[in-house]
Each structure stands twice: as structure tokens, then as C-alpha cells.
């Protein structure tokens, strides 16, 4: 027999609260001191609660709960949401009523549970979702977009509970938005995804979303990124390192007005952003995982330097060693060493520090996607109208972000030599198709190039050659008649006389004369022989 009930939770302490001590009775009959709070409420009543030790202040829940034993024989506890006890006790007979449908084979546990979680808003089961992919170990960042994307579709497609979940509603909103087939494949993934994990913990029975067609990236590419040359990718470092300083000394218009521990850090600042512009472009890590590097996993020493990077900051969630060139090995050193110099400036009667921190981000002030333009401004490899908007796309549509940093790196790779099974553990691929079709930018000089190691086939030949041929045909073009081709005519002759005996004797076979112009029969009929003496002016002489 099940039971309903008031929880007992603690809440923060309430403004203005008054503490007191109070006499309470406890169960084995004896009395003890505790300490009770009272305060007003919202509503201006006086309410009071006791104390606990961490200082919040133990209530009874506002709603009922019922606590009772399913269709497995296993003690389970649901939140009725009823604040009459009455309703409570409703809401535990039909819970009771089902487990006994359960045990008697007429309702699955699975048809169960579904019931349970029937009521319950999207929102609460969203959130379930997402603590579920936290503990999977996934990213914060597809995490957010995962929550946002499902979050638009049960706004705009007005779902408020798992009953109201309908494929052909999800598809014809997606539909009539002109998402981009990424953006489409977005919302699928995620709408997808969700209903999985509502079958996997039995709160539906059936994923609502799947069977949804995927759409078909390559042919709608919105936006399509190009790769950085040498030249543009020097011009952006450079820019990128000395701007913070040009744009301060641009707003105060004299050197003399800006002080050393601004310029300091203003130059910290520059070479900070230029050294992961530089180091996105010659390793291919991606914008999250340059962001997320610390200190620890750069082993800058050695013959070989490498990041050693974590399986946690990783896209594929698998740990890596990057290879690093040394001159950039050199640059994230002198870095490092510019960002202790600037730490220990700071430090004014502290303790001085040594050195930074192994668990300290690389990149404090990783740039963003509004830093990154302004930067190719500053290059001249975009431009800014007057209205403030920034024009990056080249000819064909091609733009610029951060992430073509790592095409540029890709590029780089393919330009130099590099095989395809080298190109792909260099960007950490899986698949060597997405190395070879989506990120090596061979352009048409690289081509040209190429080309460029094919023989040589020139239309002016050698002279003598040329006066022979000429000669040649000279002579045969004034001549009255063509060399002597008796000994072909012969032979022609022979072979044409020996098929038409054939031919003849086909026909005597037939009924068929070979002069007449009627068979045996009255038809008419006509016999057709391969004359094999072909009258050219190569075999015959001109008349």
C-alpha cells in the first residue's frame, strides 16, 4: 500500500529573518533546543521554520509525493504536483492501478514509464537531456547548441509535452524556414538525438523524429571558405600584432599620452593575438581547441616539440600530438616569457611568481570572430564601408573566418608535398575524403604548376624536316599523274574477281541470277556484291 507525503527541503535564509530558539518534542519523548526562524512572507503572513546547521532555513514541500511499489516490485517516488491531499491520494490510485496492470501482463513497464513522464513539461526533460550529455563528457559548446536548437523547436512548433511531439509538424516548420542544409542537419541531429534518449530511459516508446532524411551538404553550401596566401597570412599577423598599439595611439593622437604599462600590455595583447593566428596556421587547431590549450600540454623542448592535446578539449574527443615547426615553437617561448614579464609587473609587495601556471589557458584572451575582422582590416585583405559592415568575400563567394586559419593549414600541406596519409594525422581526419575534398584549396597556379612538368611539344619543328615534307608534296601536286600502282591494281583485281565468284555461286544456290533482274520465282530481285577495288586517285592514275 503506497503512501503520499510532504518532502522536507531547505531553501536559502529569507530577508529579515528572525532567529529564536525553540523546545520541540522528539520522537523517543524527550525534549530538545533548536533554532527556528520566522519571517513575512510575500503576502505579509508570518511564517516559520526550523534552522539547520548550515545556516537554511527546513520546510515541507508545497506539493504532495507518492511514494509507492511498481509493476517490478521496485519502490519508486513521483512528484503528484497536488497540493490537495485528496487529489495526492487520486493520483497514487491510478499509479497503483497501472503497477497492477503491469504485474498482470496487460500494460509493459515500458508503456509504464511513458505514462509517467506523459505530464511532464519539455522543458524539465530538456534539461534532463542535457545534464545527460554533460555526463557523457561532450562540450559545452555543442551542448548550448543542442539546448538552443531544441528550445526553438518546441517554441515555434508549440510543443509543451512529449504527447504534442509530431515528425511532420517539425518537418514543414523546417522546411518553411530556408535554413541552410548545415542548419537544417542541425536541427535534425538534435530533434533526432532527444528522441533517442526519451526511448533509451522508457519516457516514449517511439522516437517521434526519426527516419527524418538528412539534406545534402555539398549541394548547398552557403558558406564557402577559401584559404589564406602567404602573402595575406604574413599581412594579417603583422597587423594583428601591432593594431592594439596603433588604435590606442590613433584615440590619444601623441605617444606621450599613453604609459608604459599600457603600452605593456597593449603590445602583450598584439603578440598574443598574432603568435594564435601563427599557431592556428601552421598545426590546424581548430578555434575552440586554441582556446581551451593550456600551458601544460606545449612541450616546447626537446628534438621534437608538440602539443599534447587533451582528449576533453579535442573535437573528436580523442587526445592527439601536434607537431610543432620550431620556429613556432620558439614564438609560443618568447610569448610566455612577455606574458611572466608582464605577471610579475603586476606584483607589487606579493609574492613574485616563478613561473605560469601548467593548468593556465594559453591564450587568455583568445580572439574572437569581431577581433578577427577588424584585424583583416587592418591587413587590407577586407574592407569597411561606411556603414560600418565588413566586406570579406572574394570573386566567387568565398569568405574569410577563423576557421580558414586551418584550410589555409591544410593548403599549406598539400602545396609542400605532403601525402594524403600525412595531410590527414596532420589535421586529425578520419576519413581521408574530408582531407582531400573539403580543405585542400589547390588553386589554378598550383595546377599551373604542374602542368609545368609536362614535355614541351612545339609547333616549329626542325627546318630540314619541314623543307623535305614540303618538296615532297610539291612535287606530287605537279605532277601529271601518281607513281606507278600496277602491282596494287593487280591485286585488287584478283581479290574482286574471286569475290564475285563467290557471290555467284551464293546465288546459284539461292535461285538467284546474278545478271538477271528476276528469280526463278517472277520477283524481282538484284544481286549485291562488295566491289573491293576502290577507285582513288591513290590506287588509279588521273586521267
Not at 595611439?249 to 593566428?277: C, F, H, I, K, P
Not at 610579475?344 to 591564450?363: D, E, K, M, N
Not at 541470277?513 to 549485291?528: F, L, T
Request: include cysteine; aromatic fraction near 6%; proline fraction near 3%.
Amino acid at each position: 500500500m503506497g503512501t503520499i507525503y510532504k518532502k522536507i527541503v531547505t531553501r536559502s535564509m529569507p530577508d529579515g529573518a528572525e532567529m529564536f530558539p525553540r523546545r520541540v518534542k522528539g520522537n523517543d519523548g524527550t525534549t530538545r533546543s533548536e533554532t527556528w526562524a520566522r519571517w513575512k512572507d510575500a503576502k505579509g503572513k508570518m511564517r516559520q521554520a526550523r534552522v539547520t546547521d548550515a545556516g537554511r532555513i527546513a520546510m515541507e514541500s508545497s506539493t504532495y509525493y507518492a511514494e509507492y511499489r511498481d509493476g517490478q516490485d521496485s519502490v519508486r517516488v513521483i512528484a503528484t504536483g497536488c497540493r490537495d491531499k485528496g487529489a495526492a491520494l487520486a493520483v497514487l490510485t491510478k499509479l497503483e492501478r497501472e503497477a497492477e496492470l503491469v504485474r498482470a501482463g496487460v500494460m509493459t513497464p515500458s508503456e509504464q514509464a511513458a505514462a509517467l513522464h506523459a505530464k511532464t513539461a519539455l522543458t524539465a526533460h530538456i534539461e534532463s537531456f542535457i545534464a545527460h550529455l554533460k555526463g557523457k563528457g561532450t562540450i559545452e559548446h555543442h551542448r548550448k547548441k543542442t539546448k538552443r536548437y531544441l528550445e526553438v523547436t518546441i517554441e515555434a512548433c508549440k510543443f509543451s509535452k512529449l504527447s504534442d511531439l509530431r515528425r511532420e509538424v517539425f518537418e514543414q516548420w523546417l522546411d518553411s524556414q530556408g535554413y541552410s542544409a548545415r542548419v537544417y542537419n542541425g536541427y535534425r541531429v538534435a530533434a533526432i538525438s532527444f528522441g533517442n534518449w526519451l526511448v533509451r530511459v522508457r519516457r516514449i516508446a517511439v522516437n517521434p523524429f526519426a527516419g527524418i532524411p538528412r539534406a545534402n551538404e555539398l549541394a548547398d553550401v552557403r558558406r564557402q571558405r577559401r584559404a589564406f596566401t602567404e602573402k595575406e597570412l604574413n599581412k594579417l599577423i603583422q597587423a594583428a600584432k601591432a593594431r592594439p598599439l596603433q588604435e590606442k595611439l590613433t584615440n590619444r593622437g601623441s605617444e606621450a599620452d599613453v604609459q608604459d604599462s599600457t603600452r605593456a600590455r597593449l603590445e602583450l595583447l598584439g603578440l598574443e593575438r598574432a603568435t594564435a593566428y601563427k599557431l592556428m596556421a601552421l598545426t590546424g587547431l581548430r578555434c575552440n581547441e586554441a582556446a581551451t590549450l593550456t600551458v601544460g600540454a606545449l612541450v616546447l623542448e626537446g628534438d621534437t616539440p608538440h602539443i599534447a592535446l587533451e582528449g576533453r578539449n579535442a573535437k573528436n574527443r580523442r587526445a592527439a600530438r601536434i607537431a610543432l615547426r620550431r620556429d613556432i615553437a620558439g614564438d609560443l617561448r618568447d610569448y610566455l616569457a612577455a606574458r611572466l614579464s608582464w605577471l610579475r609587473s603586476g606584483y607589487s609587495g606579493q609574492p613574485i611568481p616563478l613561473q605560469i601556471s601548467s593548468t593556465a589557458r594559453v591564450f587568455d584572451n583568445m580572439p574572437s570572430l569581431r577581433i578577427f575582422d577588424k584585424d583583416l582590416v587592418a591587413a587590407g585583405i577586407a574592407t569597411k564601408d561606411d556603414e560600418g559592415r565588413i566586406h570579406k568575400t572574394d570573386e566567387q563567394g568565398r569568405t574569410l573566418d577563423m576557421h580558414s586559419l586551418r584550410h589555409t593549414f591544410a593548403t599549406l600541406l598539400g602545396r609542400s608535398g605532403a601525402s594524403v596519409q600525412v595531410a590527414q594525422t596532420a589535421l586529425r581526419h578520419s576519413d581521408p575524403k574530408l582531407t582531400l575534398s573539403t580543405y585542400t584549396h589547390l588553386e589554378l597556379h598550383d595546377v599551373g604548376r604542374a602542368l609545368e612538368g609536362l614535355p614541351e611539344l612545339p609547333m616549329q619543328g626542325d627546318s630540314s624536316v619541314a623543307v623535305n615534307v614540303a618538296v615532297t608534296i610539291g612535287k606530287t601536286c605537279n605532277s601529271e599523274s601518281f607513281p606507278d600502282t600496277s602491282a596494287v591494281n593487280h591485286a585488287a583485281a584478283q581479290a574482286n574477281a574471286h569475290t564475285r565468284r563467290i557471290a555467284n555461286k551464293d546465288n546459284a544456290n539461292h535461285g538467284v541470277s546474278s545478271h538477271g533482274d528476276e528469280g526463278k520465282d517472277g520477283g524481282p530481285c538484284r544481286s549485291r556484291t562488295c566491289d573491293l577495288v576502290i577507285k582513288s586517285h591513290l590506287l588509279y592514275q588521273l586521267s
